[in-house]
């Protein structure tokens, strides 16, 4: 397939963060306690430094890799002999999982959390925050997906799929809109929606170490890490609803935003706070 990847990515990664922008402007579900321009601004800051980052160390050797473990004939997919739409709907399901698990050990294991806990530091949810991910946790998380490739296998073009898809899950997981119940519900019962993920977001332990799914939600439900979002609204909707009251001076500071995983009194995923009680 004749396919420019990277020009691809690009297209819908700004695609979809344009119209997710545009509709929570036009429809936001949580009011904007803070200015939406410094949010912008510095979200898009950290987009554009972690973009030079993938270009240089991440981009380019992760695609050499894949060509490298086809050469070997390695990987699950291989094995099994999937070819054609079947090893690209099968590497998208695959590596979703793979990311579930990622993304719970981000929360359980300290040295991770030191980095990842830099997303959840935001005082807010909407899809600008699905931008604010610390450099480190990206070149840990390249290391991860390399084994992950060795595993399964996957094509090039499965591979960019897998990634587009997952840029546009997380900006719309993220970003600031919500549907009617009934809608919600149906929604929420194949993949994951804002109102999903948001309860991921809560300050409340109870669902902040919870629903870890990116794109598929049944992983969650299938390994018992599910918190109903409905109940979770309550832990949101108030003052210090969202984000973690212990790194408040993360959320808007670059420099103690990016020093912060290199603090020796860096926080034990242990000791995160549970929302304060009224």
Known sequence: ???????GKLIVF??????????????????WRESRFKRLLFHGGIAALNTILIRLLIYVPLLLWIVFVEQQGWGISRWLGLTD???VVAALVVLDLFDYFWHRANHRVTFLWRFHKAHHADTAVDVTTGLRFHPGELLISALAKAIWIA???PT??????FEATVSLCAQFHHSNVDFPDHIERGISALIVTPRFHVSHHA???HYGDANFSTIFSLWDRLFRSYQRPESGDAAINTEYGLGLPEARDLAFSPSAWLVEPFQSNNLNVNNRKTAPSD
């Not at 545009?22 to 949580?30: C, Q, S």
């Not at 090039?156 to 799929?161: E, N, T, V």
Request: aromatic share 16%.
């Open 156 to 161: 090039a073009i499965a591979w960019f799929l």
């Open 14 to 31: 700004l695609g979809g963060l344009l119209f997710f922008l545009g509709v929570e402007t036009l429809a936001p579900k949580r009011p």
């Open 151 to 153: 595993i399964w296998g």
């Open 1 to 7: 397939m004749n396919i420019d990847l990277d020009t």
């Open 203 to 205: 300050v409340d332990r």
């Open 85 to 87: 739409w079947v090893e």
